[in-house]
């Protein structure tokens, strides 16, 4: 056993931090931030092509695409510590497509996407959910007719969340109209700028935006289909268990606010500090991240072993999910009346952090698969339990 | 024991949930969040009309004199609609203060013109800390001949932008090793020279405000009760404002558990309406629960109140147990409703903003819990 | 509305006050405690029938059947007040069997059964659960087959806590072997001394007793059918919204010595009064005891205006186990090290009475239906949600 | 980063397992629970061959000197096997104290006889208080010509009825006002006069003791480190322990999992086992996240107290976590299994005694939570 990380990593992790330290400017995490995070911004294509540029976006991808052929380890250490700093961290093309691409697509794909990706010069948006389809992705709907040379494709999806800032959108469409659901999916690359298709934003509740893509008669290139037809729902059920990550880093950056907060702060006269029950929430908080940080590396760890983790990414985001949650709550408790003020409010407490987050976090435990459809994952696979 | 509304209340009842589904439905709410006033004088003088702002105020002073239980019921629906504006701190806030505090002739010149909807009132008290104690109050009043000279900043004042009168808590006295003892009340008018009001924006868009008081003078005859004995009075009001607020989220919470049933039952996944899984089923079953404690423990302390028992405990207890209750009772709403609860145009995120300003209101869950531990013995 | 007991009703209760505090002794409450407080010990028997003389344990019967027609209210009060004082207050017949009697069998039975259970001279054993038939009571197959005169009654019981020391057996039996499960169970009300019968001890981890029963062709009266034959499902189900309270003066007395506790303990030279963590725990405590105390007499006012508790019950006895198990949780952690001990060590806590209801409580979510049957019904019936 | 034990270490988990299902099956933990001593002398020879007594004490005194990680995965397999006695009492709180404080003569003398199995030690820290403070510690102890004179009452020592020595904290000054000064450490011999033990009946039947001590005499060579200079060590000594005792609860809760999920996949009700209804899914996977976790928390302490690493912080996390979760992964096992594992004869219940002592010894979740506070420099 071993619970540190080796000199090299440490090296390259600080490597890293030394250039988001100086690359980084106040309108790069401006943007980022009204942006959820998300990849795709002006400043954050530029920031993050020249991040790439490292090979820091893609790190465990071979060197042919883009790679450094670094650990899973590495990788993982590098996630986080963009999410700690604020820059965009939400990638759809370099973190939940490119890795299908590589194992399943067409020499021809690979040739035109893969290197893109890697340096960040292209995103994509993902296009699961439709109406229909939220936690049961086989209820999809939207429809991709073989017309020969092109799939004709008409549907409406819904929570496409980079929908409007991406190049393209990855697609998934029911291929084959009889049969078993799960034998009639497949997956396409689609220009998002494709004659037929309408982008509608949905705002949320956090400010953020997400959105409806509507498919009116758009045809799709037959070379844009990945892999095999109908062999979609595979490579997406292959795609969670690889790519399931959850990092962490702005939460650990929430926790440290808050706790620089509790040191400081001064309340009818006494340091908030020294209120037990304070103590014992903050204390709380740490060691829940604590765990969080080893369920997070345990699957890096997996990967760099040739192991797939499922329950245990299952695990890892929802214990995060619900700590998230945990960490909102209880910041506001701390913060009191303070905490409910907006950012743009003279009186807020850390500037309005809580207040924010403590809107965002309510999706954390419901997008990229909720804590029920997750436990039932981690029961079933993980201790095999059998379905009802 | 009854545990049921008599027939009056239950037309309160009734008539209050007609009156909001008509004049403020969820899209008004929205507008009201980011409207600068945060209230519609259109609607005020309709609930003027109805006798609402004059609930709790004896006959004497043209009230209807109904006592906090009937206020309650009225609140119920409002938290329901999640309607906001200035109506607790006139009505409930404003109204109780005077009623525990102020002399016949403060009485009479204030009561009457709230019960007909002609002043719009609110109680300054916390302030740079938040805090509902004595130690958090810290501006000063001093004596300059015949008036009081205030100065200070309030934090979290409800509604003071849409105040006449500003009933104000500083201190005349600091000398006492007690920190309760030399708290004073004043009346104050909000057009005094020195006075300035800024709305801070909250999660929910209700208007707390900063009330600075730059040397305002306040003649003598605005002090309410004895000079130093404020903080009597206030505890009081903490009390029940605490229990009206939990009226307050008591509806919000019943408006949630309809919205998140009527989801599962519509919404189908993997064949079936999400209603029929065990988990949905079981997060459904525990807000129930939390509602319907939280409805008894509220009505309970009302009623106590509205008797004039000893309600310092119930009022406590229900406080700290219905803001845990509704802010559990939210998450799983929202866990239920899922992704589409998480868009602004579902009106679930109405109810999650509201559960966090009612929480913090008036002592929060913790605070209450305190100062059951007091009523304990310990 | 009114939260508050009439004075009738307060004079009541202390009449029963003042009698409990006269008749019950230190040898009674030492034996209703080994007995898990239910009713059939020696000394339980002697006082019961005197408590009993006075209507108290069944006051809500008509008088007829040795009743006082009084209020649910009343009897809720009177229920509560048994438990918290330490006397028995677990009884079948009295309690579960009595009104099921009343509505639905035959006069012989009525005649027969109903004035000596309400002047608790006799006891019942409920005998419901089998094997193979635990939250899911449409399971069992104990067989009893019409022979002419009699039934023959063959198979087994399980978890059956009254068997050693009651007088009857509140039966549930097969009799119909085709057709849906519901409509195939009958009630049987049989002497416990029947040849055939085997009463076998199941020793609890509260060192409690309950027991198997064995049935090995046993013969069965006719005349001891309840009501209908094949009816015997709905007479459960209707008892069950009928009887369904859960009184629990024990825990608000276990409360009431923790408080006491706190106040009179000094650790390392502070008294754990003025800890805030302490303070936050037993007035979180102290609360959720009040919100049970609401519901308790919800039910009871329910039942008076006529109307039948179903998932208000469920509800009800929920939010009580669960508090029971926090209680007992609590508790522990307040009293630390003293807590683990048992009652007959020297330093143990509180008389050990935290470390026996810690082992005890275990059970309070399982019996009488888990709470995970408890808010299936609460989703079901209180909220209309939809079986599976 | 690495998850995996070497492969000495998973001979040593193996050998355990197996060693602990042939020696000491549920019967015979049961028989223990009441026995008088609670642990036989036979096994304890034979555990004393497989050299687990002396993981801890470095080859010059005759151990193994594989480290704290090393007696983690033996521990982890003795929770599985709900295995109680004097090991822990011995090895770990025993041989920890005397590395970290004694001189070479106090362990030349003493550890090589625990590496063979020949003497049974254990600690007496706490008093009336129960708490592993500075200022539970009130037994005194002083000078009287070439010895100390100790009298007091310790509690809740584990194995004193059957330790040939008991180490115990008593104070040498109280003038100091920082309580952590003034207090000693001295190895008592069990067989002194003026010492009296007596067995407490705990929940789980483990043998914890009331030491008495009536001027008790020791030599001045027994003292262990520095007079008045005990709190250092006590403090080391405490989170190992509680680290050690992480590791028997993971262990149990591997133990509880295994039970539960059989059980849900063999019992059926309604047509179907019960694991497949989505309440207990849940219920389950909560029980493996609360495992998982725990495992981690408890593997990285131990992996940094073996490395010589700082371990405060993280020995402290994983206390308060590994204590609550066992806690509520023994809960939610028995609310699957219901009304078998209500009764004795099912061997769920011993872990649940398990998971309440082991709660408490060397520090609660409420304690280690106030450490690590104190970690993050609150």
């Known amino acids: 056993m071993d619970f540190v990380f080796t000199k090299e990593e440490e090296k390259v992790i600080s490597e890293v931090r030394e250039f988001i330290k100086k690359e980084s400017t106040p309108e790069l995490l401006k943007e980022t931030h009204e942006l959820e995070r998300i990849y795709g911004g002006k400043l954050g294509r530029e920031f993050i092509k020249k991040f790439a540029a490292n090979g820091w976006l893609c790190p465990n991808w071979p060197e042919e695409y883009g790679g450094l052929n670094m650990s899973e380890m590495l990788t993982y250490m590098i996630k986080d510590e963009m999410t700690y700093s604020g820059i965009p961290h939400s990638y759809v093309a370099a973190h939940y497509a490119g890795a299908t691409i590589m194992k399943y697509a067409s020499d021809e794909i690979k040739e035109e996407f893969l290197l893109p990706i890697s340096k960040g010069e292209i995103e994509f948006a993902l296009g699961y959910s439709e109406p229909s389809a939220g936690s049961d992705l086989l209820g999809l709907e939207l429809r991709a007719e073989d017309k020969g040379d092109y799939y004709l494709v008409n549907g409406q999806k819904t929570f496409n969340t980079h929908a409007h800032v991406a190049d393209y959108h990855w697609l998934a469409a029911r291929t084959k109209f009889d049969g078993p659901k799960h034998k009639g999916l497949s997956m396409f690359i689609v220009d998002l700028d494709s004659p037929g298709i309408t982008i509608r934003p949905m705002i949320s509740i956090a400010d953020s935006r997400t959105n409806e893509v509507y498919y009116d008669n758009v045809k799709v290139p037959k070379k844009r289909l990945v892999g095999e037809e109908n062999m979609g729902f595979l490579y997406l059920m292959k795609a969670l268990d690889y790519e399931r990550m959850f990092p962490f880093g702005h939460y650990r950056k929430l926790f440290e606010h808050l706790l620089e907060y509790v040191k400081e702060t001064i309340v009818d006269g006494e340091p908030i500090a020294k209120n037990p029950l304070i103590r014992q929430k903050v204390a709380q908080l740490a060691t829940e991240l604590e765990a969080a940080k080893l369920l997070y590396y345990s699957l890096s760890y997996m990967l760099d072993k040739g192991k797939i983790p499922n329950y245990q990414a299952s695990m890892e985001k929802t214990f995060v999910c619900d700590l998230s949650q945990k960490l909102a709550q209880t910041g506001m408790e701390i913060l009191g009346q303070a905490g409910q003020l907006t950012s743009d409010s003279k009186w807020a407490a850390i500037s309005g952090e809580f207040e924010y987050y ?24 993980g201790l095999g339990l059998p379905r009802a | 024991m009854n545990y049921d509304l008599n027939t009056e209340q239950k037309m309160l009842k009734d008539s209050a949930r007609k009156f909001f589904s008509k004049e403020a439905d969820s899209i008004f709410i929205r507008e009201m969040a980011k409207d600068e006033k945060g209230y519609s004088k259109a609607i005020w003088k309709k609930m003027a009309k109805l006798d609402w702002m004059g609930i709790l105020i004896p006959e004497e002073y043209e009230g209807s004199e109904m006592g906090l239980l009937d206020m309650v019921v009225l609140l119920n629906e409002m938290g329901y609609a999640c309607f906001t504006g200035p109506f607790v701190p006139t009505a409930v806030l404003g109204v109780t203060t005077l009623l525990e505090g102020a002399d016949d002739k403060q009485k009479k010149s204030i009561l009457p013109k709230i019960a007909l909807g002609k002043k719009i009132v609110t109680l300054a008290w916390t302030e740079e800390s938040g805090q509902y104690t004595s130690k958090g109050v810290n501006a000063k009043a001093e004596v300059k001949d015949d008036s009081y000279v205030i100065s200070g900043t309030k934090l979290y004042v409800p509604d003071a932008n849409n105040a006449d009168i500003i009933i104000c808590a500083a201190r005349t006295d600091s000398s006492s090793e007690n920190s ?93 309406p999400i209603g029929s899984f065990q988990a949905i089923q079981h997060h459904c ?20 109140i509205s008797e004039g028992l000893s309600y310092e405990k119930e009022a406590s207890m229900a406080k700290a147990w219905v803001s845990d209750s509704y802010h559990k009772l939210v998450a799983l709403g929202h866990q239920v409703i899922g992704g589409v609860g998480f868009m602004e145009e579902f009106d679930i995120q109405l109810y999650l903003r509201q559960s966090k300003t009612a929480e913090l209101a008036f002592g929060d869950a913790d605070f209450h819990r305190e100062l059951v531990a007091q009523e304990l013995g310990l």
């Open chain 2, 180 to 272: 309760e003892d030399g708290i004073s009340l004043f009346i104050v008018d909000a057009q005094n020279d020195g006075l300035n009001v800024e709305v801070l924006k909250t999660i929910q868009g209700d208007k707390l405000c900063e009330v600075s008081l730059n040397n305002v003078k306040v003649p003598k005859e605005n002090l309410v009760g004895e000079e130093g004995k404020g903080w009597d009075i206030l505890k009081k009001v903490l009390l029940k404002a605490a229990v009206a607020k939990s009226a307050e989220m008591i509806g919000g919470g019943r408006k949630v558990l309809e919205m998140t049933v009527d989801y599962a039952k519509q919404r189908n996944q993997f064949g079936q």
């Open chain 1, 358 to 381: 403590y809107r965002w976090v309510i999706v954390e435990t419901i997008y990229g698969g909720t804590n029920e459809i997750q436990k039932n994952i981690m029961a079933q696979r």
């Open chain 2, 285 to 304: 079953a525990d807000m129930l629960t939390y509602l319907e404690t939280s409805e008894y423990m509220t009505y309970q302390a009302a009623w106590l």
